[in-house]
């Protein structure tokens, strides 16, 4: 990952964080910040625009669409609590592991 996108994805996870307790009336990220639910089918949402730029649309069109769901994802995990770190933990256990294995561990 380049470090200039590890940039951009810090600024944006701050930009949320100071979107709590925001009016959602005026903000669109403090509305999804206020209903977890709504973030998650707004995720949803984008990753299957994700998957249709990707498939139909070419490369612009992805970038865009991925900027999309990179936002969304992260609001939802502001949205539902989840930290940042508590993601990279799940990654780092996985580092190393067959993606085949680490399902079957879970199963």
Do not use: C, F
């Not at 709590?20 to 403090?30: C, F, I, L, R």
């Not at 969304?72 to 256990?93: I, N, Q, R, T, Y």
């Amino acid at each position: 990952m380049s470090q200039r996108l590890t940039d951009v994805l810090q600024r944006l996870a701050a930009t949320i964080e100071a979107r709590k307790g925001g009016d959602p009336s005026v903000s669109y990220t403090a509305k999804l910040l206020n209903d977890p639910a709504l973030a998650a089918k707004k995720l949803g949402e984008e990753a299957v625009e994700t998957v249709i730029a990707a498939v139909a649309q070419g490369s612009d069109a992805l970038a865009a669409e991925s900027a999309d769901l990179l936002y969304h994802w992260l609001a939802l995990m502001a949205a539902s609590g989840v930290s940042l770190d508590a993601v990279a933990e799940k990654l780092e256990a996985r580092e190393g592991t067959s993606g085949i294995a680490e399902k079957a561990s879970r199963a």
